[in-house]
């Protein structure tokens, strides 16, 4: 029998597919005025080069990148034998310093002293603080306020691998609907979750909501040590990565059948507003018309001012990243940008529904890559 589509492994990235992408960032940086980027280990690393240090420490790790030269990747001596075994390694020149050498002094020759440069929001300010006190004429801007859509429009590779992340945390559900809810912590179904993403393939899980009762009216409630209690509204939301890509999914189940009318209306409301807006989704429309299509339904059902959060999130290499779907944000959508539409409403003190899918840009239209049913779940 061969293997379920979410434990296949997809092809691996190639040295191609990283000078494909550290040319394109270096374009796009020179659109954007800038001398440069300087990236420093974390997500954007990780995109340009596939190298990821296994601890990222207080020594100078940076991919200097300038538009139409070869980019360079400053490491610590002692890691330079992982930097080499990255895939991206063969795309980039590595430099090296020596622990008791400045490696500000490495860095200075390969900038402009007077250039304006993007710098990966991750970087730890003690090395932008070295690098601005070597080059007091450069400027720093970081890449979420210069680049936000760097890494956003995902290629079919990508797109592959959120989809195959998308149907691992689909499993993770079904599978959560079978376990006993009543009488366990919050806790206790949160590892449950933990354990089938992990089953389903994932390599990391980010976060496992289990909201129930009034915590699940705290939207970023992870979960704790309430016991779940038969009658409860229970929020789900999970995810992590698979294969290097994210999941994040959301959906709000009830213990008992006895479901009272406010919640299902709740629900219906917050149902309609995440179909609403996924039908909306298509080219050119811009990510604040999808967060206020999905407000509209919610206010014009009166629960307006209990929808207290943005309508989605990228997703890609990080469970959350840019483009945010939230108001004032006018990027309009490309085809290839992935992104969660999750409404949701909180009554204070009583109850949450959250209903979310991660959603991918296509000529056409939206796709889900979450496709579990959207009706309230029946757990006991
Ligand atoms: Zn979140
Ligand atoms: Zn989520
Ligand atoms: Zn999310």
Excluded at 52 to 61: C, D, G, I, N, Y
Excluded at 334 to 353: D, H, Q, T, W
Aim: proline share 8%; aromatic share 6%.
């Amino acid at each position: 029998m061969p293997p379920p589509e979410e434990s296949r492994m997809p092809r691996p990235f190639t040295t191609e597919d990283y000078r494909a992408r550290l040319d394109r960032a270096g374009a796009a940086a020179t659109a954007a005025g800038l001398a440069g980027l300087v990236v420093a280990p974390g997500p954007d690393l990780v995109h340009l080069t596939g190298y990821h240090p296994t601890a990222v420490t207080e020594r100078l790790t940076a991919l200097v990148l300038t538009a139409g030269r070869e980019p360079v990747l400053i490491v610590p001596t002692l890691e330079r034998p992982d930097a080499e075994r990255a895939a991206g390694a063969p795309a980039v020149r590595l430099l090296d310093w020596t622990d008791g050498q400045d490696p500000y002094a490495t860095a200075v020759p390969l900038l402009d002293p007077a250039g304006r440069y993007g710098v990966s929001d991750n970087t730890w300010a003690m090395h932008l603080l070295g690098l601005q006190a070597a080059l007091p004429g450069t400027g720093w801007t970081s890449l979420t306020e210069t680049l936000p859509m760097l890494r956003a429009v995902k290629g079919p590779d990508e797109l592959e691998r959120l989809a195959a992340a998308g149907g691992a945390a689909d499993a993770a559900y079904r599978g959560i609907l079978e376990v006993t809810f009543a009488g366990r912590r919050e806790t206790d179904v949160a590892a449950d979750l933990s354990a089938l993403l992990i089953q389903y393939g994932h390599s990391q899980v980010d976060f496992t909501v289990v909201g129930s009762g009034p915590n699940g009216a705290n939207p970023h409630h992870e979960a704790g040590d309430r016991i779940i209690g038969t009658g409860d509204t229970v929020v789900l939301d999970f995810g992590g990565l698979k294969d290097g890509y994210g999941s994040d999914t959301t959906r709000t189940v009830h213990v008992g059948t006895d479901v009272p009318d406010e919640v299902r209306k709740v629900h219906d409301v917050v149902r309609q507003a995440q179909q609403t807006a996924f039908e909306a989704v298509r080219p050119g429309v811009s990510c604040q018309e999808i967060d206020r299509i999905a407000r509209r339904v919610i206010t014009e059902a009166g629960y307006g001012e209990y929808f207290i959060h943005r309508t989605g999130h990228g997703i890609g290499i990080t469970t959350h990243e840019p483009p945010y779907l939230v108001e004032g944000e006018e990027q309009p959508l490309v085809p290839g940008m992935c992104f969660s539409i999750e409404p949701g409403v909180y009554l204070p003190g009583r109850f949450g529904v959250r209903i979310e899918d991660i959603v991918t840009v296509t000529e056409h239209g939206g796709r889900r890559f979450n496709n579990t049913p959207h009706e309230l779940g029946i757990v006991s």
